[in-house]
């Protein structure tokens, strides 16, 4: 990825007239997977310029900015991070001059063993221009024997553990890659005679591009003037699709994994409602979190969707706010009950999961205020008991309100009348699991090994305040 905590949406297009305008719109598609600041590298084919900074897409690309990028191909980045530290350092495409050429990269995911990789690193002499583990790869690159960028990939791969899809520039090749367990999507389509690459498929219709196919687990997919070339260099894995992509990451209109994002949503919610005996009057969604699981639980129960919750669509998500000052606030400035729709009603609230249970509490408080007769929480998710080592940024277990109450214990903190959970067998369900997803946010059940003390090590390297909430 990006560094540790993050969560990241990659771009990249071969052979295009303009590529930056193509890749500005391409990131404004993914800017729901990272608001904190976002890049883009271009090649003529000689050289490759870069433009990176702060902010929103549409904040830190100009006009004049593309008009100095000239060239053919190009990659984008935007990264996502709750840190107390935004550091502009950490932004990407990370842009380096080696032995194998002029390199830019971009990576979305967390590499589990990057502590020991870049202190390995460091002691053999490797200076390092930013604190993510990204950086590693680019050192890795650079170090290999290997005379062709091809077999230096290759040879890279080898050392590094974790999730990642990346997508490497070279003057004339484009590389996308997706680590073995296929942990975070990474999508293939064609624009006219171009390919275009991207995290989800949504950055493909804003372009009227034909999505051909998802990059497979372990592939190593070479765009060049020759065409594609694939190769699969490792040994099949298991796969580890990460199934927090369905439940709340991806944009309800991308396709991901082989599913469309909405109607895994939907299925979640009716699946919710058959587990669910609970009368009530109305579902109203947490906005838009909850949005198409509460679409699925009121078709299927019969009760009326009502929107009784009105969002702020001119702010980010509180799950995102860098800031704590900000987040304690977020829900106040973010959601505000309809109060006609709310008064004297017996409502079923649908979100799509708790991290720390503080803006479930402040949601539910808001509808008691504005007149709700009875709240019952309903979540589209397990109850989430671990950490994600997998590049999304969830707090540790000690933070995590669900790792530490029993669920009566929860529904007391948040004070609603009930509260429930889709069950783990429901959530594999609506997403047609056929053992192919990683759970382990929801089970224990890593699919690669990690160090818990070399992931706090790095939160703490990185001034990272692990705390985020968006339910
Ligand atoms: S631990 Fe949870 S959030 Fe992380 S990859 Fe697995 S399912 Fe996704």
Redesign the pocket.
Known sequence: MCNKKEYCGLFGVFNVEKPSDIIFLGLYSLQHRGQESAGIAISDGTTIYSEKGMGHVADVFTKSVFEKMQGNKGIGHVRYSTAGESLPANAQPIIAHTNKGHLALVHNGNLVNSVELRHDLERTGSIFATTTDSETILHLLARSKADRIEEAIIETLHYVKG?YCFLILTNDKLFAIRDGYG??PLSLGKLHNSYILASETCAFDILDAKYIRDIEPGEILTVSNEGMQSIMPFAPTQK??????L?Y?ARPDSYVFGRNVNIARIAMGKILARESSVKADIVVPVPDSGLYAALGFAEESKIPFQFGLTRNHYIGRTFIQPKQSVRSMGVKVKLNPVKNIIQGKKIILIDDSIVRGTTSKKIVTMLYEAGAKEVHMKLSSPP?I???????D?PFESELIAANLSIPEIRQFIGCDSIQYLSLQGLLDSVNDTNE??????THN??IKHHMQQFQQLRLFEKIDPSHDHS
Do not use: K, L
Request: charged share 5%.
């Open positions: 999730a942990f975070r580890a699709y990460c199934i927090f992509e439940i990451f989430m671990g950490p994600c080592y997998y590049g999304i969830t997803f990683c759970t382990a946010c929801f890593y699919p």
